[in-house]
């Protein structure tokens, strides 16, 4: 675990935190004895999650409810924030509609740019220059492995992943000689709410949130991206390595087997 309080804390921001992937950050940094700011879009779960964490770890937590891409959503944000050392940003919040890229009304392909591609980066630009004046610091991102190659069915939210995939590698690389961690972890198939409503027909068992979260944590100042899990990491490379046209034409039967209309 290359985490250590002295690097990244007192503070984490986590960007999608009632639920799933960004639930299990919140437990786990927790643990690591970080206070919490909390973002989610309802505010039922997200307030008993952080109030368990306070109970069981100690920890200050602050939440913020409503959707991240609200104007006034990241206002409340901000004036939470001015106050707390933030050393840690985890922005996992994600949008993602299924279907043919044209049968897909635009504002929804607008608002998955919005949640996965300018939310980070406005989350970015908010924390990350105290964390370069500091000297110290971290952001976690998340991509998907959908994002490694065009993937039919998902085409927006797979581009909005290849995007975090590159400007992950580009700021690890600018910021590097001032001390500040960033990495994104680029999972396959998790077993969260999000993917269980997606309700894909697959034999395959999604892998547990933990996993990921451990992956994200341990490649914290150490790499730029990593795959979470033996089969991903193979997966992962195989289709990096493939000719393009091959790549997308296995992930278009692997979706359309996922996703499209069942086949009798
Ligand atoms: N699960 C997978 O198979 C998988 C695979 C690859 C990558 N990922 C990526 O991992 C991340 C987390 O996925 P997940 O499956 O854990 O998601 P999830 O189960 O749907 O949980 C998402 C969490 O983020 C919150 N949230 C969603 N949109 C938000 C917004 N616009 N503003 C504020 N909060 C928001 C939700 O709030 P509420 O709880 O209030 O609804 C929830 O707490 C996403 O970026 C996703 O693209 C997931």
Redesign the pocket.
Known sequence: MSLALHRHGPWAVV??????????FCRRLAAHRFNLVM????????RGLAGGLEREHRVETRTV??????PA?LARLEELTEPLEVGLLV??????VLGEWLDVPLERHLHTV???VR?PMRLIARFAPAMVSRGRGGVIL?????GVQGSPLLAT?AAT?AFTAILAESLWAEWRPHGVDLTA??????????????APRTGRA??P?GE?VSAALHALGRRPWVVPGRTNKISGLLFRLLPRRLAVRIMDRILRGMYGPAVE
């Open positions: 960007i999608g935190a009632a639920q799933g992937i960004g639930a299990e973002v989610a879009l309802e505010d039922g779960e997200l409810s409503g959707d991240i891409t609200d959503v922005y996992n919040a994600g949008f993602a919005d949640v996965n939310g998340l991509g998907s492995l959908s939210y992943k972890v680029v999972p396959g198939a998790t077993d969260t709410p999000g993917y269980r409503s997606s999604p892998m949130a990921v």
